[in-house]
């Protein structure tokens, strides 16, 4: 499938902003990722190098979400529980926070912590329904928006933009963005995405994570996987509240919109909605 966005394109449409490059963390954990037999020693002793990156380790794990009975202080004992797929989510997150926590990140106050528990809610929905690719739609739910600071970090009066478009009864924010700035998050996302070489249905999801009735009402063979990753994207945002936490919104637009879409696109009903929405509480995350 394809994203309708060529090189070209992204190169005029991205004039002035700066793309974050992958950490070497990041790579080392890729090259040890690609090994026939990836060793996890060696990945333990990668991420016990960064003193931020252990501490981020250890939260994630000692979080609410794995409900473990006790602590766990150890990175090698940490690394083995997560797996390295779970690992390369937390240093790909951390470096586009650490690369973006300056005057653009920092007005946006809580953006990072709402990342992080769509990642969280995206996880859970996709082990509830038994999609098997959860580390992946974490991936999707940390990522997701990471256009949004890069946005604030080029143009002055983003965030009004923003919050316009979320606001919109029509939800255009899109829309609202490509006229103010011929450009809009969700392509500077998506770029992001492609250039750190994030899976190819997280690309494809965030490039058009604001067009979803489109891809609904014009689905073809194929859409399939697609729209999952979509569906359970959407449903995440709007049980962590982005529409608030970003938007300053008082109802959820875009669920109004598309939320049907992507129940049935699930098979799923209210009644089962909530009790995802419970599980997800139970868990410690989401705000609804």
């Known amino acids: 499938m394809s994203t309708g966005i060529n090189d070209d394109q992204l190169k005029r449409v991205l004039q002035g902003i700066a793309i974050p490059p992958q950490p070497q963390v990041m790579v080392d954990l890729h090259m040890e990722q690609v090994m026939p ?19 981020a380790v250890l939260k994630f794990v000692n979080s609410a979400y794995y409900g473990l009975p006790r602590k766990i202080s150890s990175i090698k004992q940490a690394v083995m529980m997560l ?18 926590s300056d005057g653009a990140i920092e007005e946006m106050h809580n953006f990072w912590d709402n990342a992080m528990d769509v990642a969280a809610v995206c996880s859970s929905i996709a082990h509830q329904i038994g999609f098997k690719y959860q580390d992946e739609c974490y991936a999707l739910g940390l990522f997701h928006n990471a256009g949004i600071p890069l946005m604030m970090s080029r143009f002055n009066g983003y965030k009004a933009v923003l919050e316009e478009g979320y606001q919109s009864h029509d939800f255009e924010l899109t829309d609202i963005e490509n006229r103010t700035f011929r450009t809009n998050h969700s392509v500077v996302g998506y770029y992001l ?10 690309c494809y999801v965030i490039a058009h994570h604001h067009r979803a009735q489109k891809l609904y009402n014009e689905r073809i063979a194929g859409d399939t996987k697609y729209l999952t990753f979509m569906s359970i994207l959407k449903m995440a945002e709007h049980i962590s509240t982005t529409y ?45």
């Open 37 to 55: 037999e990836p060793d996890m020693n060696r990945i333990a002793q990668i991420i016990s190098q960064d003193v931020g990156l252990s501490a």
């Open 193 to 202: 995405a492609k250039s750190w070489a994030l899976p190819k249905a997280c």
């Open 83 to 100: 797996g390295i797929n779970s690992i390369s989510n937390i240093v790909n997150g951390l470096a586009v926070k650490g690369e973006l």
């Open 244 to 288: 608030k936490h970003l938007g300053k919104a008082a109802e959820d637009y875009e669920w109004m919109q598309i939320g049907h879409f992507a129940l049935e696109h699930l098979s799923l009903t209210e009644y089962d909605f909530e009790g995802i929405i419970d599980t997800c509480r139970e868990q410690g995350i989401g705000n609804l």
